[in-house]
């Protein structure tokens, strides 16, 4: 049996400033992530929820325009925030508790270090198991050895 390599966890980062987006992407890259990139709250939607692996995590960025951030977690919060944790990167602690970005999973305080994001990353993904896409078919689950269950006499 060949060796195959382990899938990259897709990761949706959002973020506006396209030298941190393209810094961040590198990162993530270079860690084993597949980045999936965003300029703004709309095409991180996309990629959220568009054709192509479904992404693990999504880092968004709070200073989206026009309450970018704000909507992205409402649009969020509908499909059940179990369904993909996001990482909130926020200026102060002040901005994170604000309403409407409040209930991300989890925040991360600008300047954003290396070592923490991943650190963080790594913990949000070990609590939350990839799980389909709402929109995506239930899959049904079945035992992977064993007999047949016995029928009723």
């Known amino acids: 049996m060949?060796?195959?390599?382990?899938p990259k966890p897709p990761v949706v980062v959002i973020e506006p400033d396209?030298?941190?987006r393209a810094s961040l992407c590198t990162l993530l890259s270079f860690e084993g992530f597949l980045p999936l990139p965003a300029g703004d709250a709309a095409t991180g939607w996309k990629q959220l929820c568009g054709p192509g692996p479904a992404p693990h995590a999504v880092l968004l960025a709070a200073e989206l325009a026009?309450?970018?951030?704000?909507?992205f977690l409402a649009r969020w919060?509908?499909?059940g925030p179990e369904w993909v944790p996001v990482i909130l990167l926020a200026q102060s602690r002040a901005q994170a508790r604000q309403r409407g970005l409040r209930?991300?999973?989890?925040?991360?305080?600008?300047p954003?270090?290396?070592?923490?994001?991943?650190s963080r990353l790594r913990n949000v993904l070990g609590r939350h198991r990839a799980k389909?896409?709402?929109s995506a078919p239930r899959t049904l689950d079945l035992p992977l050895?064993?007999?047949?269950?016995?029928a009723a006499r």
């Open 103 to 110: 209930d991300a999973t989890t925040t991360l305080l600008r």
């Open 77 to 79: 919060r509908t499909m």
């Open 18 to 20: 396209e030298d941190l």
């Open 112 to 118: 954003i270090r290396s070592e923490a994001l991943l």
């Open 2 to 6: 060949p060796n195959t390599p382990l």
């Open 145 to 150: 050895a064993g007999p047949p269950p016995s």
């Open 66 to 71: 026009h309450g970018g951030a704000e909507e």
């Open 132 to 134: 389909p896409r709402p």
